[in-house]
């Protein structure tokens, strides 16, 4: 009879209930970590939770004594800083141990949306016309641009720094919204032209042998011009805000000549940012099965 694995979940220390170090009681509001966790219990694995800590060393050293056969990586950030994922990663690359998820490449492509789009359209994949806005430094608009304009953090996730007024009509409201995300994130911003259409949000599964799964939608159900029209921050993590414009995440009903576009070309996406293991992937479907391509995540749980 085998053994069973030991596996460690490497989790960001401030996702840590100060009560509940190993995640054991069901939180009010169930997190990523949580349902990991009690999954990977009711597998039947042995499961050890390892808070990542500022320290590299230390993090290293709690591994090499948890000897763990696998980690489940569901780390964010370093120090504060998300753009530092992908070192955990590298660090845990050079511990020999396998990991799940994206490694240093896959999660730096992913970060920086602006390189993603520009990888991507090299591979003659179809996102929206942007440009890249460096912190701190004058930026001349190109002439292809046509607005509205969505203006957002380069290096962010999660709709970070999105709101309505993310939307811009004109030259003078985008230099407004891009102060706004210099000063606020410290960081360079993206204006990318705004695509009209369907929230969709399609994870792929696997390594040689990839499996798209049945792709959800972010509907927006209310009458009228005056809510959300694209998955900001609040529409993504504030119920009560979602409840109010009667917004609902569910399945998307799609033709099948559709969702087998969407079937191959995630899968290109896949390959080329160099993903492993899984992946969520946010598009909205332009016209004549041309798919914008707007968001990389390097995981299905984050």
């Known amino acids: 009879m085998s053994r069973r694995l030991n596996i460690t979940v490497l989790v960001d220390r401030w996702t840590v209930p100060n009560d509940d170090p190993e995640f054991r009681t069901r939180p009010q509001v169930p997190t990523t970590e949580y349902h990991v966790i009690q999954t990977l219990r009711e597998l039947h694995y042995d499961v050890s939770v390892l808070p990542a800590e500022d320290d590299i060393a230390g993090i290293v050293t709690n591994l090499a004594q948890q000897e763990p056969d696998l980690i489940f990586n569901l780390t964010e950030q370093l120090r504060g800083d998300r753009t530092m994922d992908k070192n955990i990663a590298a660090v845990l690359e050079i511990t020999g141990i396998p990991f799940t998820g994206a490694g240093p490449t896959g999660l730096m492509l992913c970060r920086d949306k602006g390189l993603c789009k520009q990888l991507l359209t090299l591979h003659r994949i179809r996102v929206p016309n942007f440009v890249h806005l460096p912190h701190n430094r004058k930026f001349r608009m190109p002439k292809n641009l046509r607005y509205p304009l969505v203006v957002k953090p380069a290096l962010e996730d999660s ?127 332009g016209s004549a099965f041309i798919f914008h391509f707007l968001l990389f995540g390097p995981s299905l749980l984050h």
């Open 159 to 285: 709709s970070e720094g999105i709101s309505n007024a993310s939307l811009v009509g004109n030259e003078a409201s985008l230099a407004e919204r891009v102060r706004f995300v210099h000063q606020g994130w410290q960081q360079p911003a993206i204006a990318e032209e705004y695509i009209r259409g369907r929230e969709l949000y399609i994870g792929i599964l696997g390594n040689r042998r990839l499996t798209v799964l049945p792709p959800r939608e972010c509907r927006f159900n209310f009458d009228g011009d005056q809510g959300p029209f694209m998955a900001t921050y609040r529409v993504k993590w504030n119920a009560e805000y979602r409840k109010k414009w009667n917004i609902e995440f569910g399945f998307a009903e799609l033709d099948d000549p559709v969702f087998r576009r969407i079937d191959r070309l995630c899968k290109r996406v896949y390959r080329v940012l160099q993903m492993r293991d899984y992946v969520l992937i946010v598009a909205r479907p």
